[in-house]
């Protein structure tokens, strides 16, 4: 029997539309809707039985955490679901890997989600989202693509949610795991992972998803970008603006500035959670310097800033403590 594959479409360049074939800026992302999109992949019915639905039309660089969790709470009414096999999700390159990861922490199935995108838009000559749709598919439908959690496949690779990251601004080879590399590719038609996926479900997942379903937006968490210079008024200004908690992107190995330092000390005594993070992009955030430890700021580990901001706003939500996210982030 042929895998029931369920695509949930939420716009993106893979959705887009311009004028002119040869346009690959420019046009409007999720214009084109779910009935076309898999219209031009006729392909995917010889892989499994294919269904799809408009969950929302947009660039991805505007989706807000209600949209967020609306995904969050279709894609686990689909997997509690008998008659779904596996997830596949058309979305905006700009925040896959935030999608992906916020999906990935709450996965309680062994069911593949796979989420897929374009650079290009669907006008565009060599447009490059039909042959995604169809790799994703072939992913979802595939038995070894269990249990690894949500990923992510462009580009005839397969990365997993925590681990890759929209290195390109244009290019259709974007997406790539820094630390670690594809988990996976599809070769000619054929899935092959070359390793596991870099798991990071809560614990509870299951419940915390559920959790998450009953919200309609998330704690105020802002990410701050260090540079040189940095004298901390930032966070003095988000602090009194009520933030929750606060992901700093420092350098290098989560370095941040002596006069950054004070103030995010000063906003972990007010309670609000502080991460370390790097702008770098490849590597680890480890605990370096004993003077962050005992502040009380938590090392992102292998989190780029975004994503460490999604993982402290779910656990805010969910109660969770700093010793939770340290031992989480370990
Ligand atoms: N390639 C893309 O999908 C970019 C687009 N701005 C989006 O994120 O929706």
């Given at each position: 029997m042929q895998k029931r594959i369920h695509i949930l479409a939420m716009g993106g360049t893979i959705a887009g539309s311009a004028n002119d074939s040869s346009a690959t800026t420019g046009y409007q992302a999720g214009a084109v809707g779910i009935v076309e999109l898999m219209?031009?992949?006729p392909q995917v019915k010889e892989i499994a039985e294919v269904t799809g639905e408009q969950l929302a039309a947009i660039d991805s660089k505007d989706i807000t955490a209600a949209e967020q969790l609306q995904l969050v709470s279709r894609?686990?009414?689909?997997?509690?679901?008998?008659?779904?096999?596996?997830?596949?999700?058309?979305?905006?390159t700009d925040t896959m890997e935030e999608s992906a990861y916020l999906l990935d922490l709450v996965h309680f199935a062994?069911?593949?989600?796979?989420?897929?995108?374009?650079?290009?838009?669907?006008?565009?000559l060599s447009a490059d989202g039909p042959l995604n749709i169809l790799d994703a598919v072939r992913v979802a439908a595939a038995d070894s693509a269990r249990d690894r959690g949500v990923l992510v496949v462009l580009n005839n690779e397969i990365h997993s949610a925590r681990l890759v990251t929209k290195m390109s601004t244009t290019a259709v080879e974007t997406f790539q795991s820094p630390v670690g590399g594809?988990?996976?590719?599809?070769?000619?038609?054929v899935v092959v992972f070359y390793h596991g996926a870099e798991l990071h479900h809560l614990p509870n997942a299951l419940s915390v998803s559920e959790k998450l379903t009953s919200q309609k937006e998330l704690p105020y968490v802002p990410v701050l970008y260090g540079h040189s210079d940095d004298d901390?008024?930032?966070?003095?200004?988000?602090a009194d603006e009520g933030a929750k908690g606060i992901v700093y992107a420092g350098m290098g190995n989560g370095s941040i500035p002596a006069r950054v330092e004070a103030e995010l000390g000063a906003a972990?005594?007010?309670g609000i959670v502080v991460i370390r993070a790097s702008s770098s992009i490849s590597g680890m955030v480890t605990k370096a310097e004993a003077s962050y430890?005992?502040?009380?700021?938590?090392?992102?580990?292998?989190?780029?800033?975004?994503?460490?901001?999604?993982?402290?706003?779910?656990a805010l939500v969910c109660g969770k403590s700093a010793a939770d996210l340290r031992k989480f982030l370990a």
């Open positions: 219209a031009a992949v894609v686990r009414e689909l997997l509690l679901k008998g008659d779904v096999d596996g997830v596949v999700i058309t979305h905006g062994d069911k593949p989600v796979v989420i897929t995108g374009a650079m290009r838009p669907a006008t565009a594809a988990i996976g590719a599809i070769n000619d038609g901390g008024r930032l966070v003095k200004l988000v972990v005594e007010q430890e005992e502040a009380g700021f938590i090392a992102s580990g292998l989190l780029n800033p975004r994503k460490a901001r999604l993982l402290l706003q779910v």
